[in-house]
């Protein structure tokens, strides 16, 4: 079966810091990986995701992540953290029709 | 565009009543929709996996009796929570894929569900 980790429950950083929220992944084959973000009471909202090509993808609010194979890491990364990057942020892989998610980490983003 | 649109947001309910949470997605045709629950500052566990027509797949541990699913449109799921009792009390997620072709799949907003 397909699994993520977040090896970290939370992450505190000073506004203008830069922030790393770190995800791993045990996958058979050629992994797809995805990151989330949940602000308190809401929904999920897709960050970005990982299909093949380029270990270093953009997406969305200025985040990016690092696919790293011989780390099996896709760790998500901003360059100056924001107080309303505060939220909670699950990494997540399709494992058959249905997704995994990692156990969430609470970035806390002092100002 | 991909937009899931989930409702109510909120919902106070009484014990033993029911209570219906709708999921659309607005701008796409949803092959298959998910249920998930979510207590407080804990992941997601999936509870059911619906596909238009048919019938859902629970996940294990789930009461199909108590969670009713209903998948009748490509845009359209809802999850009824039956003689609800304030164990039920929690945060429920719907998500949908089919979204343009895309892999991610797309969430509603969530619903804050309290029985009491």
């Known amino acids: 079966a397909q699994s993520v980790a977040q090896p970290e429950d939370q992450v505190n950083v000073a506004e203008g810091n830069p922030l790393t929220v770190k995800c791993t992944y045990s996958v058979s084959g050629n992994p797809y990986l995805f990151w989330y973000v949940q602000y308190p009471n809401r929904g999920l909202q897709f960050l970005l995701k990982?299909?093949?090509?380029?270990?270093l993808v953009k997406g969305s609010y200025g985040f990016e992540a690092e696919f790293n194979k011989s780390q099996t890491s896709f760790h998500l990364k901003k360059p100056s953290a924001l107080v309303s990057d505060s939220a909670l942020y699950f990494c997540a892989v399709p494992n058959d029709y249905k997704l995994s998610f990692g156990a969430g980490t609470t970035v806390t983003v002092r100002a | 565009g991909a937009v899931v649109s989930q409702h109510p947001s909120r919902v106070i309910c009484k014990s033993g009543t029911s209570v219906k949470i709708e999921c659309r997605s607005l701008?796409?045709?949803?092959?298959?929709m998910f249920w998930y629950r979510q207590f407080p500052k804990k992941s997601l566990m999936l509870m059911a996996t619906?596909?238009?027509?048919?019938?859902?797949?629970?996940e294990q541990g789930v009461e199909k009796d108590k969670f009713l699913i209903n998948h009748a449109s490509l845009t359209l799921s809802t999850l009824t929570v039956t003689s609800a009792h304030p164990e039920d009390s929690s945060f429920y997620i719907c998500?949908?894929?089919?979204?343009?072709?895309?892999?991610?799949?797309?969430f509603g907003q969530g619903t804050r569900l309290t029985v009491v």
């Open positions: 619906s596909n238009e027509g048919s019938k859902a797949t629970y």
């Open positions: 990982y299909i093949t090509g380029d270990n």
């Open positions: 998500s949908a894929t089919g979204g343009g072709g895309r892999t991610e799949a797309f």
């Open positions: 701008d796409f045709q949803a092959t298959t």
